[in-house]
């Protein structure tokens, strides 16, 4: 059985239908390393030592879910951690062929690691770190897209 998983993401922030899937994988694997990633090139709203103390307090409920910041490619970083599968989260069609895409690249890296989906509830479908940002960078009230332990922290 396989027994570490990586869910991998910038979680700029960390939302509701991020810990769904974190939550969802928790129950398939001992241990779930909650990746938070360290983009070069890309403009996050919150600075990389933010996004894992949110990732922290939004996950602290479930105990065999660690948070770990990294930079560099993900098959990397699995390897240093024992991991060979990776989760990832859909929402629709559009995810499925970004991810379909990154799962070949993956692949072509380090053929031993395999990809582990799941789908969205439909709950949260429409949510989305993007649109958190969207809806933050025009004063909105975004608490019913992340978790309570971080709404004081947005």
């Known amino acids: 059985m396989i027994s570490k998983a990586v869910f ?10 991020h810990f769904e899937i974190a ?3 928790s129950k398939r694997f001992d241990e779930v390393i909650v990746a938070v990633a360290d983009v070069t090139g ?11 103390k949110l990732a922290e307090k939004s996950l602290s409920t479930l105990k065999n879910v ?8 993900l ?9 060979s599968v990776f989760v990832r989260g859909l929402r629709n069609s559009v995810d499925f062929e970004y ?11 380090d053929e031993n ?4 989906y799941f789908m969205a509830s439909n709950e949260y479908l429409h949510i989305s770190s993007s649109l958190v940002r ?8 975004a608490k019913k897209y992340v978790r309570e332990e971080i709404r004081g922290d947005l």
């Open 42 to 52: 890309k403009k996050c709203m919150f600075p990389l030592e933010k996004r894992v």
């Open 99 to 109: 991810e379909r895409n990154l799962y070949n690249v993956y692949k072509s890296q």
């Open 23 to 25: 939550e969802r994988a």
């Open 8 to 17: 991998a993401g910038t979680f700029d922030p960390f939302t509701l239908g």
């Open 75 to 83: 098959v990397d970083f699995m390897k240093e951690n024992g991991a």
């Open 113 to 116: 690691v395999e990809g582990c």
């Open 66 to 73: 660690v948070v770990k910041p990294f930079s560099g490619f």
């Open 134 to 141: 969207e809806v933050l960078a025009i004063g909105g009230d």
